[in-house]
């Protein structure tokens, strides 16, 4: 079953611009971590925040946890062609079962 | 590294022909799962292995598909009979045992006529 929620479905900005993803998520979670897929290839791990973390960062990217409202956003900075993609939030059950949301479609037109 | 190895990449076959997908983990990583995506539903965790045994196979949609890992650098999925409904890109993913972060492999992409 599917446990996060990702919020767009679709986001298509200019480059050089910052892109903002949402995850909602149902129960309670050790992690929350964020993967990037290109098309036709495998998952890339992005960045993961524990549940006791409340933002971090690694480069462009920026990732926010709010456990009280079960949510979590991506935000990546100064957009790059290179970014088109689709991104996905999978929360951590357990010692190492993530579930998936349903992702959202990045597109950076240049 | 060579990364995650899956094989085949694409695969055809005709309703009820048993098919075998192949992963090969990252050497070194004790955690393997297979998981499915299709446009409806996303991707699904089918089953996960630790240290070569099965811990949660939950998400095998039904008794057609079986997942083997004989050692620590090979696992199959298996679908038997296959059935059009079982289009997907199939992944394979590794990972250490605790750390979270998983290593996907390119997909096999299979269709079923």
């Known amino acids: 079953s599917q446990q996060g929620e990702e919020d767009p479905q679709a986001l298509s900005i200019q480059e050089g611009e910052n892109a903002t993803m949402n995850c909602s998520y149902k129960?309670?979670?050790?992690?929350l971590q964020w993967y990037r897929q290109n098309s036709g290839r495998g998952l890339v791990h992005l960045i993961l925040?524990?549940?006791?973390?409340r933002e971090k960062h690694s480069g462009r990217l920026r990732v926010t946890l709010d456990t009280s409202k079960k949510s979590s956003s991506l935000l990546i900075t100064a957009s790059r062609a290179a970014d088109t993609a689709s991104y996905f939030c999978?929360?951590?059950?357990?010692?190492?079962?993530?579930?998936f949301g349903q992702g959202t479609r990045l597109t950076i037109n240049p | 590294d060579a990364g995650v190895i899956q094989s085949p990449r694409h695969e055809v076959t005709e309703m009820g022909q048993e098919v075998t997908l192949r992963c090969k983990p990252i050497?070194?990583?004790?955690?393997l799962f297979w998981y499915r995506q299709t446009m409806m539903r996303g991707l699904e965790l089918l089953i996960y292995?630790?240290?070569?045994?099965?811990?949660?196979d939950s998400g095998m949609p039904e008794d057609r598909f079986s997942a083997k890992m004989p050692n620590a650098s090979f696992s199959t999925l298996k679908i038997q009979p296959s059935e059009p409904r079982d289009s997907a890109v199939y992944f394979c993913?590794?990972?250490?045992?605790?750390?979270?972060?998983?290593?996907f492999g390119p997909g096999t992409r299979l269709t079923v006529l």
């Open positions: 993913a590794s990972s250490l045992w605790g750390s979270n972060e998983q290593f």
């Open positions: 129960t309670s979670i050790n992690n």
């Open positions: 050497s070194g990583h004790n955690s």
């Open positions: 925040i524990r549940s006791n973390e």
């Open positions: 999978a929360t951590g059950e357990g010692a190492q079962k993530l579930v």
């Open positions: 292995f630790n240290n070569n045994v099965p811990i949660d």
